[in-house]
């Protein structure tokens, strides 16, 4: 019998297990990866201790600090159920079931897709969720990155610099984000922003050649080889039900990172905790551990 299962190991349920593990929980951290949205990111700039580190390099530092407690980390596993009976916190995963007292839901988000014709059949064959996974792919070729918000700023300024030409197709009137990401953007040469503009259909044969794209009223074809779907992001939440959330699929969660249901806490970007950050999950996560050691110490 664990006293906790921590799912999820982005910067949330990282900074958990090192914080149980401080406690002399025993624990277990179950994760389809290491990072989560975390290792995606390119420049961080705002992680205080660090006046710049990339996102992947972050990440080796919370695992490799993780991994000095020697902590249990069962990766490439998916929750699918989560359910309390008595007193025991039951899992269900992709490859197993497990029990504990205690758990802590650190799962984070995913990216949300276009729900366009084509999106389905050229995923990974040109379009694409993870500039900085695949962004170097694409050195010398025309782009378009879909969104306008700090994601698909972030996306752009990664590409400005390995792409020909960089097309920006977003939805809303301006760009959205931080100032200082949106004139790195604007000022660029290499990039055309359509402000209003609505995907319309993802177009190739084997290989994503174009866009369609109906922006001001009309139309247009847009002739790219890669496409960066930067339009947000959706809780990974499906699997936690019974659970109160909100109208984003958020889990709802207190100041103490309780859930509504005794003993299972949750942590980082899953939840509603407003301003989703790197810096902000982790201290998430260091709230959830510290909580769940206090549940433990007051139920036998």
């Given at each position: 019998m664990l006293d906790l299962i921590i799912l999820g190991a982005g910067p949330a349920g990282i900074?958990?297990?090192?914080?149980?593990?401080?406690k002399r929980m025993d624990l277990l951290v179950i994760s389809p990866?290491?990072?989560?949205?975390?290792?995606?990111?390119?420049?961080?700039?705002?992680?205080?201790?660090?006046?710049f580190i990339t996102g992947p390099d972050l990440v080796a530092k919370f695992e490799e600090h993780m991994r000095r407690y020697g902590v249990e980390v069962k990766e490439g596993e998916r929750a699918l159920e989560i359910r309390k009976s008595g007193d025991i916190v039951w899992l269900r995963t992709d490859k197993?079931?497990?029990?504990?007292?205690?758990?802590?839901?650190?799962?984070?988000?995913r990216s949300k897709e276009l729900g366009v014709p084509g999106e389905s059949e050229f995923k990974n064959r040109g379009l694409t969720y993870c500039?900085?996974?695949?962004?170097?792919?694409f050195s010398g070729k025309d782009v378009a990155v879909i969104g306008g918000g700090n994601s698909a700023l972030d996306a752009a300024l990664q590409l400005i610099k390995i792409a020909r030409e960089v097309y920006i197709?977003?939805?809303?009137?301006?760009l959205l984000g931080d100032p200082i990401m949106r004139q790195k953007v604007e000022s660029s040469d290499i990039v055309t922003v359509f402000n209003g503009a609505q995907v319309l259909?993802?177009?190739?044969?084997?290989?994503?050649?174009?866009?369609?794209i109906k922006s001001q009223d009309k139309e247009e074809h847009l002739s790219v080889q890669g496409i960066f779907v930067e339009i947000g992001l959706m809780p990974n939440s499906d699997f936690a039900q019974g659970l109160a959330k909100n109208e984003l699929g958020e889990l709802e969660v207190n100041n103490r990172n309780e859930t509504s249901i005794p003993a299972i806490f949750a942590a980082g970007d899953v939840t509603d905790v407003p301003e989703k950050q790197i810096i902000i999950a982790a201290g998430e996560g260091a709230k959830a551990a510290l909580s769940a050691?206090?549940?433990l110490s007051q139920h036998k």
């Open positions: 900074t958990a297990a090192v914080y149980a593990a401080r990866d290491i990072g989560g949205q975390a290792a995606w990111s390119s420049d961080v700039g705002n992680y205080t201790g660090h006046q197993g079931a497990y029990e504990a007292k205690t758990a802590i839901i650190a799962t984070g988000k500039a900085t996974c695949d962004g170097p792919l197709v977003n939805n809303l009137p301006s259909e993802v177009l190739g044969e084997r290989m994503v050649s174009g866009i369609k050691f206090r549940y």
